[in-house]
């Protein structure tokens, strides 16, 4: 069945870095999209970055972009979210989301991995 394991969250000082990794199985990796989501405290969801299944095209939201890079190796099936120069605003449950272009919908979620701002 489709997994997503999400790992690499944690404690972090504004200014600092971490990178989220998502291990994908079940499926054929390189065929699908890839999104970031993330959920701050009593906030609801917010799209980060997502990655077409090749990796050549990339997408931000305004309020990371030149800060987070979001990458993939296919070989590897895992999803990577490199984030610099964190902000205490980025604190948040960071999921891995698979995009289904047939539906146009997110149809499989990872557990999430916490990143904390730990000021």
């Known amino acids: 069945q489709v997994q997503l394991v999400e790992s690499g969250g944690g404690l972090v000082q504004p200014g600092g870095s971490l990178r989220l990794s998502c291990a994908a199985s079940?499926?054929?990796?390189?065929?699908?999209?890839m999104t970031w989501v993330r959920q701050a405290p009593g906030k609801g969801l917010e799209w980060v970055s997502n990655?077409?299944?090749?990796?050549?095209?990339?997408s931000y939201t305004d309020s990371v972009k030149g800060r987070f890079t979001i990458s993939r190796d296919n070989a590897k099936n895992t999803l990577y979210l490199q984030m610099n120069s964190l902000k205490p605003e980025d604190t948040a449950l960071y999921y891995c989301?698979?995009?289904?272009?047939?539906?146009?919908?997110?149809?499989?979620w990872g557990q999430g991995t916490q990143v904390t701002d730990s000021s």
């Open positions: 989301v698979r995009w289904q272009s047939d539906s146009r919908t997110y149809d499989y």
């Open positions: 079940g499926f054929t990796f390189s065929s699908y999209y």
């Open positions: 990655i077409s299944n090749g990796g050549d095209l990339t």
